[in-house]
């Protein structure tokens, strides 16, 4: 297998673990589950926005203004 693979896998795993977690957290998990819930919410919120500054920085259009 390549590294490459790997770390591909590997984030997988972090992202569906953060997703379980998320679900869990909602139905009152315990607080470490929350606290990864939160990590994972904040993690692609910042995911989000850097994706929409991105495009319209290329773009030069704000087509995004659903906001």
Same mark, same amino acid.
């Given at each position: 297998?390549?590294?490459i693979v790997l770390i591909l896998v590997g984030v997988l795993v972090l992202a569906v673990g953060?997703?379980?977690c998320v679900i869990w957290a *909602?139905? @009152?998990g315990p607080r470490w589950v929350r606290?990864?819930?939160s990590v994972?919410?904040?993690a692609g919120e910042l995911v989000r926005r850097s994706g929409r500054?991105?495009?319209g920085s *290329?773009? @030069?259009s704000d087509s995004d203004s659903g906001d």
């Amino acid at each position: 297998m390549s590294v490459i693979v790997l770390i591909l896998v590997g984030v997988l795993v972090l992202a569906v673990g953060g997703c379980v977690c998320v679900i869990w957290a *909602s139905r @009152g998990g315990p607080r470490w589950v929350r606290g990864v819930a939160s990590v994972t919410l904040v993690a692609g919120e910042l995911v989000r926005r850097s994706g929409r500054s991105r495009r319209g920085s *290329s773009s @030069g259009s704000d087509s995004d203004s659903g906001d």
